[in-house]
């Protein structure tokens, strides 16, 4: 065999080598890709221990989340999901209205382990899902406030989803600057979000 020949023979190796070694490469990457994490038509998932749940990729999730305004019972913490800019931009509506799903030791399980005032909580099923679901409102210097938890009665420890709006007063604001925020529409967007959850008890 001459030079020509095995230096082309030697070519042929490694090129057959390199294509091996990125097909393996692009294999591993592919398994290793955080797939919970990667949109899914448009959502994200959170995986926690007990629970999962999709929200749309314009949500900021906050994995840290555990309530403070609520006294010390929430010690588990949970993911807070944060509207995007965009919903309340030429709105009424607060940028720090959030969904969020939070864990509470405490059984049964009820929405009135979720807040530190009283509340009044009833029970409902929406599809094969039982809640424990009560509503605490309040306002102050042009602030309006509304919470609402959903907790799943079944769930040891007890799993919550808390809906809370923050908006102000549109007559605060120079006439024609600010309108009032669809309400309904960002309900119907957290309900869905919601109905997304998951649990893995």
């Known amino acids: 065999m001459n030079r020509s020949t095995r230096l082309g023979f030697v070519l042929i190796v490694l090129f057959g080598l390199l294509a091996a070694y990125a097909l393996v490469s692009r294999t591993?990457?592919?398994?290793?890709?955080?797939?919970?994490?990667?949109?899914?038509?448009?959502?994200h998932l959170y995986?926690?221990?007990?629970?999962?749940?999709?929200?749309?990729?314009?949500?900021?999730?906050?994995?840290?989340?555990?309530?403070?305004?609520?006294?010390?019972?929430?010690?588990r913490g949970g993911v807070r999901l944060t509207i995007p800019e965009s919903m309340a931009a030429g709105t009424?509506?607060?940028?720090?209205?959030y969904i969020s799903v939070e864990e509470v030791s405490g059984t049964p399980c009820s929405a009135t382990l979720f807040f530190t005032e009283a509340v009044i909580p009833n029970t409902i099923t929406d599809g094969n899902t039982r809640y424990s679901v009560a509503t605490l409102s309040g306002a102050g210097a042009g602030n309006r406030y509304e919470e609402t938890v959903y907790a799943l009665q079944d769930t040891n420890p007890c799993?919550?989803?808390r809906y809370f709006i923050h908006s102000t007063t549109v007559e605060?604001?120079?006439?024609?600057?600010?309108?009032?925020?669809?309400?309904?529409?960002?309900?119907?967007q957290f309900d869905l979000i919601r109905k997304s959850l998951i649990v893995h008890q």
């Open 92 to 97: 009424n509506l607060s940028r720090d209205s």
């Open 172 to 188: 605060n604001y120079p006439e024609g600057t600010v309108t009032e925020f669809d309400k309904q529409a960002l309900m119907n």
């Open 159 to 161: 799993i919550g989803v």
């Open 47 to 75: 995986q926690g221990d007990d629970f999962s749940i999709r929200f749309p990729e314009a949500y900021s999730a906050d994995t840290t989340y555990a309530s403070q305004t609520h006294g010390p019972r929430l010690d």
């Open 28 to 43: 591993i990457q592919k398994a290793e890709m955080p797939t919970p994490e990667s949109p899914k038509d448009g959502l």
